[in-house]
Structure formats: C-alpha cells, structure tokens
C-alpha cells in the first residue's frame, strides 16, 4: 500500500509539470483521482494506443494519413480553447485524438527511416482507424464506470502516451540532427573537390 501511495504521488508530481490537475476536471475511477486531468487522460492514454496501433498496423504514411493527422490536431482547437461548449467526454475524446494526431505526425520520420529498404509492405489505413475509433469509445466507458484497476491502468497508460511522444520527440530530433549533419559532411566534400 506504502509503495502504491509512493508511485501515486511521484505520478502526480511528474504531471503536475504538464498538466492543471483540475479535481473538477479529473476523472477518478473507482474514487482515485488520475494523476492527469480529463483532456490530458485522452492524449496520454491516445499518445500511447496510436504509438501500438503504428506498430502493429504500420499504415501507408501517404498523403491521405498525413491530412487525417493534422485534422485530428484541429479537433482540439474549439474545445482547447473553450470556442464550444463541452463536457467531461469531450474533453477526453479531443485530447485523445489531439495524442492520436500527434504521435501520428511525429512517426513519420522514423517510419521513413525505419522501412527504407526493408521490403515491408505498408498497410491500409483502415485497421488502424477502426481501432483507433474503438479506443475513444472505450476510454471514456472506462474512466467513468471503471473501478481502481481502471484508475491504476489509466494512470500508466498516461505515462506511457508520456513516454511515447518523448521517445518519438528525441527520436525527430536525432534524425534531424544527422540528416543535417550528413548534408554539411556531403556540402564540405563537394566545396573540397
């Protein structure tokens, strides 16, 4: 119970850094508070099923995919900044597909690297979509109706969506620092000859 309580409050200090931790707007499956409000329940917990949902399904990263993720960053945008009246779920869903968008635009530089010359077929979007869907209908079911299981899985699906867009955030950063670093090394080798 001690250990829990430790965990607990490391989880809430963690995220006390990103997140307003509202009681108002904190779901609490169960009678325990997330460590993360409602809107930030829905793109940690969204964070982290898109980053499984792209490794199993491992859609085509086309045209099509690149719209549909920048649309799902725009969902936010009239409940984030409070243009449209909303509740508990709307909150929870336009976080989770704000997660969805980002983790999915934040995967295409390593996907590009990741099956260059790999011979792996891409899939249809499709799968990934429809489960996708599945996860925004279940999620708010879950923090509303859920007991302390759901409250501690929430909780640590929330630091995994964390960690998800962090990895995929250094992941963009190191690629980006070596493409750069490749074109200066090629620049430097054609000023030499």
Not at 62 to 79: E, Q
Not at 177 to 187: D, F, H, Q, T, Y
Request: hydrophobic share 55%; aromatic share 12%.
């Amino acid at each position: 119970m001690y250990l829990r309580q430790l965990v607990n409050d490391f989880m809430f200090q963690i995220f006390g850094f990103l997140c307003t931790q509202d009681p108002a707007h904190t779901w609490a499956p169960g009678g325990d508070l997330l460590p993360v409000c409602q809107r930030c329940t829905g793109l940690y917990v969204g964070a982290a099923f898109a980053l499984v949902l792209l490794l199993r399904f491992r859609p085509l990263t086309d045209a099509r995919y690149r719209w549909l993720h920048a649309i799902f960053l725009l969902i936010m945008t009239p409940f984030g900044f409070h243009l449209m009246p909303h509740g508990a779920v709307l909150r929870t869903t336009s976080g989770y597909w704000f997660g969805f968008g980002v983790v999915g635009l934040l995967w295409l530089l390593p996907e590009a690297r990741i099956s260059d010359g790999t011979g792996r077929m891409a899939s249809s979007l499709k799968p990934y979509l429809l489960m996708g869907a599945a996860g925004t209908l279940l999620l708010p079911f879950i923090a509303i109706w859920g007991g302390a299981i759901a409250s501690l899985t929430l909780s640590w699906l929330a630091v995994a969506g964390m960690a998800a867009i962090a990895g995929l955030l250094a992941g963009n950063v190191a690629l980006f620092g070596s493409s750069i670093l490749a074109w200066l090394r090629r620049s430097a080798m054609g000023a030499i000859s």
